[in-house]
């Protein structure tokens, strides 16, 4: 597998617009974009921290994942992603390695990208998403 850097660290979040304000005003981060992902029930905000993202998710519905994590765990760190170069390689070779995966094939998640999760029971208790940005190339 291609791990080229993190793309993003989601955190759960119960209120998204008090959440933007903690991280503008208190940490001095400019939120660049905030988005409604449907299918996975979740308000996104991003911020750039060096290169890396902060991801902030709110749920739509409390029996999506994220409403169901902050019920479950409260507010707080939910997953770490990393960046690869062909996530159909990536998810078959994590796969052949024995990991559990919660998505066998790409879906489409927040700005474009397209992402899997890998379930936390594989990877040592960290919800794991792999995403793959179609649009570049992440070799070079």
């Known amino acids: ?16 617009s008090e959440s ?18 449907k299918d996975q029930k979740v308000k996104t ?8 993202k902060i991801e902030l998710l709110e749920s739509t519905d409390t029996e999506g994942p994220i409403g169901k994590f902050i019920e479950k765990k409260g507010e707080g760190v939910h997953h ?12 078959m070779e994590v796969e052949s390695n ?14 474009g990208l397209s992402i899997a999760f890998l379930h936390p029971k594989s990877t040592k208790g960290v919800l794991t998403e792999l995403c793959e940005n179609k649009n570049i190339d992440l070799k070079g």
């Open 20 to 37: 933007i304000q903690y991280y503008e005003n208190i940490l001095g981060l400019k939120c660049y974009s905030v988005e409604e992902v």
């Open 1 to 16: 597998m291609n791990i080229s850097h993190i793309e993003h660290i989601g955190i759960a979040v119960s209120n998204l």
């Open 98 to 111: 024995g990991v559990l995966l919660i998505d066998k094939t790409p879906r489409k998640g927040a700005e």
């Open 45 to 52: 905000a991003f911020f750039m921290v060096g290169q890396t």
């Open 80 to 91: 770490i992603a990393f960046a690869v170069s062909n996530i159909e390689e990536s998810l």
